[in-house]
């Protein structure tokens, strides 16, 4: 059993501390945070003690599990990992590149596992695709959520684009060539509103539009690869895929096109979507590779690999507005 203390429990920290609860390979030890309303409404309703000292919290758990804001990420994963403590943190891993490539180091020299909260790695639409071949050369991708001040701290690059970001990178087995971007300070100090192409090496071409300035919520990836069109739906929790019918594919709805090559088949299906909670997920298999002593699914390196990105992104922003 893995002792487990919770460090914020303001909005997605009190999903973590639901999760928790129904995980049986965890004990909820205790939470820290330092807003005395949030935390008197959790010792009520959880029954959960609150810690009035983080490292006092660390020192009585095996799991360290971190939603506070992400400047606060760093300073809390650092003081864990000195301590001996496996750390679940939220996306982004951290406020800055050093500090990332501080982490990478430091879980390098030590013995504990850190994963990353890119929960949409466990989104059920996408896990309904996932076992097939994915190999996609272009990738389409909106990410758009009306305009809330929680998360404001950071751009809409490292708040929203940054889980498309790593899903992309986990996918395309290659190199990014180049990045263009450009986006705009709408409500905030940092863009709101961006729209990216990223080009690996391999010819695979990424097309990502992100805002969190929008009337109307969308998140949607969309993959074309050979002989294939893939759809991921991760708000409505749906998948569809249109391709080359083949042999395999059985009752599937499918109709004849004319082509310059001949007659084709085209099958349509959606795949069937698993019942799984993305954050219960996450949370156990993050449980399940300390205990094992395995991988884990979204480790610190694929978190620094997506921030590296991420700020490669800002970058041509800031250099495209001084330009502009
Ligand atoms: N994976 C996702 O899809 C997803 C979604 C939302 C938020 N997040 C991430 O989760 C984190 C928290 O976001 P939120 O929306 O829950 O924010 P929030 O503002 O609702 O909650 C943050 C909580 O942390 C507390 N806090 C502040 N300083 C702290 C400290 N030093 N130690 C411990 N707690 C502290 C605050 O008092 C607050 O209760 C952010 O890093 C954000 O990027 C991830």
Request: a neutral charge; aromatic letters at 6%; charged letters at 25%.
């Amino acid at each position: 059993m893995l002792k487990v203390g919770v460090f914020g429990v303001g909005h997605l920290g009190k999903f973590h501390l639901n999760n928790w609860k129904e995980i049986k390979k965890a004990e909820l030890v205790g939470f820290y945070d330092p807003n005395d309303a949030i935390a008197r409404e959790v010792e009520e309703k959880y029954q959960l003690a609150r810690f009035p000292d983080p490292e006092q919290l660390m020192d009585a758990c095996d799991l360290v599990d971190i939603i506070a804001p992400t400047p606060f990420h760093f300073t809390l994963c650092e003081k864990a990992i000195r301590k001996g403590k496996h750390v679940f943190v939220e996306k982004p891993l951290a406020n800055t590149m050093e500090e990332a490539r501080e982490l990478v180091k430091l879980v390098k020299e030590s013995n504990i596992k850190l994963q990353v909260g890119h929960v949409e790695r466990f989104n059920p639409a996408y896990l309904a695709v996932k076992t097939m071949q994915l190999t996609p050369m272009f990738i389409e991708v909106h990410r758009l959520a009306q305009f809330n001040p929680r998360g404001t701290e950071v751009s809409v690059i490292l708040d929203l684009m940054i889980h498309d970001i790593d899903i992309i990178l986990s996918l395309v087995k290659s190199e990014v060539k180049n990045i263009s971007a450009s986006g705009v300070a709408v409500m905030t100090d940092t863009p709101d509103i961006a729209s990216v192409r990223i080009e690996f090496n391999n010819g695979c071409v990424a097309n990502l539009t992100s805002s969190r300035i929008s009337m109307k919520k969308m998140r949607k990836m969309r993959l074309f690869q050979k002989d294939a069109y893939i759809g991921i739906d991760f708000l409505n929790k749906k998948a569809e895929v249109i391709k080359l019918k083949t042999p395999q594919d059985l009752d599937v709805f499918s109709f004849d096109i004319e082509t310059p090559n001949g007659k084709k088949t085209i099958a349509l299906s959606n795949p069937s979507v698993p019942e799984v909670n993305a954050i219960r997920l996450e949370l156990e298999k993050f449980c399940d590779a300390i205990l094992d002593n395995t991988p884990t699914l979204v480790s610190e390196v694929d978190g620094f690999r997506a921030m590296d990105i991420a700020h490669q992104i800002l970058q041509k922003i800031k250099h495209n507005t001084i330009n502009s």
